[in-house]
């Protein structure tokens, strides 16, 4: 079965640089979260996209922007990179109706930036 | 807050063993679910939980939804070597049942 697809699976860049990242959801799912994950610890939510429009927003930096497509990709963009948005970055994609009855996210691999 | 506190933080056992984690939160959550991370890669669901009280099982792993749906625990019985990772207990808040909140994980480690 196809899986949420994220690319690129590791980029690295310098201080200041952006950064773009991709996200495929699974075929027919229409929601999109994105959360980051720093070394050692828990995935935090950064955003969410519900249709195509924004759905949550949670501890995403101003520096960091967001948008989901028709054909429901999404991308994270990331200026001015600083040394502490190196983490792994996952995606999670669901159908809306089962993630207000269930909370169930399927997980991308994710991808890691490295920001030196 | 929604904050998820999930313990121990890391467990060191014998192949064999019985391991068992939890999930409390001062919120109360709709849903828990247990999610296995293993390096380098997402999370992937292990068990879902939907009702206060709910006990599930998935193989050797158990999970339960505590009746005050403030909490959660997960067994997992004569683990093996291939049950080593992070384990995360995740949850939908009463508040903003939108979006997963993580528990800070437990990193298991099993000695052959």
């Known amino acids: 079965a196809a899986g949420v697809i994220q690319s690129p699976r590791h980029l690295i860049k310098e201080k200041r640089e952006t950064a773009t990242l991709k996200c495929y959801p699974i075929p027919r799912h229409d929601t999109v979260y994105w959360y980051q994950q720093g070394p050692g610890q828990d995935p935090q939510f950064l955003i969410s996209f519900y249709e195509k429009m924004q759905s949550d927003k949670g501890s995403i930096p101003d520096r960091f922007s967001a948008q989901q497509f028709s054909d429901y990709h999404s991308e994270l963009n990331m200026s001015s990179l600083e040394l502490g948005d190196s983490a792994l970055y996952f995606c999670?994609?669901?159908?809306?109706?089962?993630?207000?009855?269930?909370?169930?996210?399927?997980f991308g691999e994710g991808s890691r930036l490295t920001v030196l | 807050g929604q904050q998820l506190n999930q313990s121990p933080q890391s467990m060191f056992i014998q192949e064999g063993e019985d391991v068992s984690m939890n999930c409390t939160s001062s919120s109360i959550f709709n849903t828990w679910l247990w999610y296995k991370q293993d390096p380098g890669e997402g999370p992937v669901l292990l068990i879902a939980?939907?009702?206060?009280?709910e006990l599930t099982s998935n193989g050797r792993l158990t999970a339960q939804f505590g009746i005050t749906r403030k909490d959660s625990f997960l067994n997992i019985s004569a683990s093996i070597p291939s049950d080593v990772g992070i384990y995360f207990c995740a949850g939908t808040p009463e508040q903003g049942a939108q979006k997963l909140v993580f528990g800070q994980g437990t990193r298991l480690t099993i000695n052959p």
């Open positions: 939980l939907y009702k206060a009280g």
């Open positions: 999670a994609s669901s159908l809306w109706t089962s993630v207000l009855n269930t909370g169930e996210l399927f």
